[in-house]
Structure formats: structure tokens, C-alpha cells
């Protein structure tokens, strides 16, 4: 046991324990709670959205990819920035029309209760299915340092987690999303330096290796549409396609990325917010990546066997060979990764349990009683993720598990969402159908097929989109028989 390293994993966890708890007193409705009435800057929000999709799974997901193979990944932060542009100029005007706050009120305003419902029951069981995956990634780092078994490492983290965010809401989420952004940057930088003095030849040697091995390579640009070419992964069409299809899906019609948006001062600030975003993003998937290559060198060079599975490879490291207090400091950023990301799936998804599912039902009752009901459901999605966790630990890799899981929903979630925003004629009958031919067709895509995740998104689109327009027709059809 490393004493001083534990020591200061104690002190990060207590201390932003009770940092988000603090958060407390300014709650006082669910504008609050949700929102965190809309007082955070543009800055701080486009923070809290870079920890909302990096978590553990980019931190000990990421460096195995290049460990493995090379820097193809990138292809896919490419498409994250055109998607941001679509967003920019499709989504945000429309949702910042009045005051939203759930992305499932704006599917609700177009089509109808019911597609609403649709929409946002569909989102409840995306982000419970892909924050388990995010929850069992925990689970690893817990179980490398304190040597528990998974359960009582998922049990940690969660516990703590769901205590400031229960408390402190939204407000919490963002301001603790700051802190711990860079702190596992600060992290990240740390490990890659230290990394670099366990090499002989230090950076010259990673680079030189890592070359001649092809590692360096970022840019596929071979293109055939033929069974080999939907099959790889990371290609530049599939990067800059799917990586844009996917992160229009999750940052426009994904209440847990949504919520940060709608939680800016205005459409201005949320632009600010969503684009900046995009320029921490590249950085840090650009370290991740470059911690991988130097892994890799360090591995080869001492004729080490790589630890299994591939996401143990830096948090093993991590632990095993960096000095104490170093050790602990990194520790730290990882947890604060993951405990960034379970405290805004946490809120999102009691805000859209109680926005979208309970307020509808229960419109006379004050403010006051919403708000503890929306306490209570940040308490039961606790339970439920934390089961969830459990039962993930058999899914595969973390990060491509996790990717892939989001991406069979998502494709329906935007085609519906573009449905609304594109088309008039189409009716909530129609939309409803679209958008479970979309969940059907990808569920079969993932099944019999060997489509790569990355090209999910688009296919699950196409086919919500065009499924939902030809709907219409018998919508028509109907309404004037």
C-alpha cells in the first residue's frame, strides 16, 4: 500500500465531495437545480461540457488505442468540430425559443406529448446503458489502487458522487467539472512527462519508434464503399461523417449535454460555450493519444508484457511505476474525470424524469415539492447506475463499448429531432414510427453486420428520417380518408 498516495486520493475525494455539497443553498427551484439558474459563464460551461464527454473511458480508453494502433482516432475529433457548426446554426436558435429545459420539451412542442415521452424514455435508457459502461471504467482505476473487488469500487465513487450532486444540482455539476478538468490535465501532462524519463532517448526515442512502427499515422484516406470500407473503424470519411453525425446526435438531442447548453446566460454564450469546447477536446485526445505512443515505446523497450485487457495499460502504469505523490495526484485526475461525468448523468437524467415523465402529470404542487422530487430521482438513477456498473463488466473494451452503445440510439434520437426541424407535414404518428424503424434497423446493423460503430449514427439517421417521411404519407393519407 502506498500511504502517501492514498492520503491524497482521500483528500481529493473528500475535498470535492464537500465542494459540491456547498452548492447547496443557492437550490432553491428547479430552474436551479436543472439550470443552474442560468448564471454560469460561457467558459466555465465549455469546461463542463469537455468533462461531460471525456470521462474515464477517454482517460483509460484513449492511450490503449494508440497503444494498439495509431493516432487514427483523431479522424473522429474532426467530425466532433463540424458538428458543433451544425449545432451552432440548427439547434440552438430553436432552443433557445422560450425556456427549455430538457431537449425532449422541443420534440414535445413540435409533434406532441407522446413523441416527447418517446424521445426523452429513449434517453433514459442510452445514458443508463453508457454511463454503466462509464461506471465499470471506474471500477478499474478503484479497484488497481485499493485492491478492492469491483462492486465495492463502483460503490465508492458513487456513493460521493451522488452526494454533492443530490445536494449542490447543476450549479454543482458545472463548478466541479472546472476543478476536475484540470486537475486530471494537470494529470495527464504529469504521467506523459514522467512517461518520457522511463525512455531512454526520452521524446526523441517515442517519436522515432512510434514512427517506425506506423504509429503516427492519422489520415486514412482510401475510399471504396465496399463491406471492407463501412467495416473500419477510423478512416478519415468515417471520422469526419460518423464523428459528426454522432456528436450532432449527442450534443444537440442528448439531454446530458444539452442540459450544459441550455444552462447558458443566452444563444450567444451557449455558441461560445459549445465551440470552445472543441479546442480543449482536440488537445486532450491529443495527449491521451501521445501517452499511448509513449507506453508503447516504454513497453517494447523493456521487453514488458502489456497488461490485459488493454485498458489497464495506464492506470497499471499509473500506479505501479510513477513515484508516490505523483502517483496519487494522477489517481486523482482520473477520479475526477469519472465523478465529473456520473454527477452531470445524474442530473440529467432526474431532469428528464421529472420534466419530461412526472411534471406533466403532477402540474399542482409547488416548487418546493419538485424539487424534492427531483432529489429523489437523482437518488433512485444512482441506484440504477451503480446496478448497471455491475453488470458491465463483461461488455468488452470500455471506451468502444461505451461509443458503440450510444451510437445504435443516437441515429434515431437525431433523425427524429431533424424531423422536427426540417419538415412540417410530418405528424407525431409519423415521427413515433420513424424513429423505431431507426432503433430496430441499427439494432440489427449492430448484430448482423461488421458496420463500424462510427458509421452508426449516420445509417440510424437515414433511416428515422426517411422511415418518418414516408409516414407522413400514410398520415395524409389517413387524415383525409
Known amino acids: 500500500m502506498r500511504y502517501l498516495d492514498l492520503v491524497l486520493v482521500a483528500l481529493y475525494l473528500a475535498g470535492i465531495t464537500w465542494f459540491g455539497a456547498r452548492f447547496r443553498r443557492t437550490q432553491r427551484s428547479l430552474r436551479d437545480y436543472f439550470l443552474g439558474g442560468r448564471t454560469a459563464p460561457w467558459w466555465a460551461i465549455a469546461l463542463s461540457i469537455v468533462s461531460a464527454e471525456t470521462s474515464t473511458l477517454t482517460i483509460i480508453g484513449t492511450p490503449a488505442l494508440s497503444f494498439a494502433g495509431n493516432l487514427g482516432f483523431l479522424q473522429v475529433v474532426f467530425g466532433y468540430l463540424l458538428a458543433r457548426l451544425v449545432i451552432a446554426a440548427v439547434f440552438l436558435p430553436h432552443y433557445f425559443r422560450g425556456e427549455l429545459y430538457t431537449a425532449y420539451e422541443l420534440i414535445g412542442r413540435r409533434f406532441g406529448p407522446r413523441a416527447r415521452k418517446l424521445t426523452a424514455g429513449t434517453f433514459l435508457v442510452l445514458r443508463a446503458l453508457a454511463e454503466g459502461v462509464r461506471v465499470f471504467a471506474i471500477s478499474i482505476v478503484v479497484s488497481i489502487v485499493l485492491g478492492t473487488g469491483e462492486l465495492a469500487s463502483i460503490a465508492v465513487i458513487m456513493c460521493l458522487t451522488l452526494f454533492y450532486t443530490f445536494e449542490g444540482g447543476m450549479t454543482a455539476v458545472i463548478w466541479t467539472d472546472v476543478v476536475q478538468m484540470f486537475l486530471y490535465v494537470a494529470g495527464a501532462l504529469v504521467s506523459f512527462a514522467v512517461i518520457l524519463t522511463h525512455v531512454p532517448g526520452g521524446w526523441d526515442e517515442v517519436w522515432r519508434a512510434a514512427a517506425a512502427a506506423g504509429k503516427l499515422q492519422i489520415f486514412d484516406f482510401r475510399f471504396a464503399p465496399t463491406a471492407e470500407f463501412f467495416s473500419r473503424t477510423y478512416s478519415f470519411w468515417a471520422g469526419i461523417i460518423g464523428g459528426c453525425f454522432l456528436t450532432t446526435a449527442s450534443h444537440g438531442t442528448e439531454q446530458l449535454l444539452v442540459q450544459r447548453l441550455l444552462a447558458a446566460r443566452n444563444q450567444r454564450e451557449s455558441r461560445a460555450a459549445l465551440l470552445g469546447s472543441w479546442v480543449v477536446i482536440f488537445v486532450q485526445f491529443g495527449l491521451f ?133 426540417f419538415t412540417t407535414r410530418v405528424g407525431e404518428k409519423a415521427a413515433m414510427a420513424g424513429m423505431m424503424a431507426g432503433l430496430v434497423a441499427m439494432a440489427l446493423v449492430k448484430q448482423y453486420t461488421a458496420v463500424a460503430w462510427t458509421w452508426y449514427v449516420l445509417i440510424g439517421t437515414a433511416v428515422t428520417f426517411g422511415a418518418g417521411c414516408l409516414g407522413s404519407l400514410f398520415e395524409r393519407r389517413e387524415a383525409r380518408g
Open 289 to 421: 493519444l501521445l501517452i499511448g505512443l509513449a507506453l508503447y515505446v516504454y513497453y517494447a523497450g523493456a521487453g514488458l508484457p502489456a497488461p490485459q485487457p488493454a485498458d489497464r495499460i495506464y492506470p497499471e502504469f499509473v500506479w505501479r511505476r510513477l513515484p508516490p505523490g505523483v502517483a496519487g495526484l494522477v489517481v486523482a485526475a482520473i477520479l475526477a474525470a469519472a465523478m465529473s461525468n456520473l454527477s452531470a448523468a445524474l442530473n440529467s437524467l432526474a431532469s428528464t424524469s421529472i420534466m419530461d415523465f412526472y411534471r406533466p402529470l403532477a402540474r399542482q404542487h409547488t416548487e418546493t415539492h419538485y424539487l424534492r422530487m427531483a432529489r429523489a430521482a437523482t437518488v433512485v438513477w444512482g441506484v440504477v447506475l451503480f446496478g448497471v456498473g455491475y453488470l458491465a463488466r463483461q461488455w468488452g473494451s470500455v471506451l468502444e463499448t461505451g461509443l458503440s452503445i450510444a451510437s445504435v440510439i443516437y441515429g434515431a434520437m437525431l433523425g427524429v429531432f431533424l424531423l422536427g426541424v
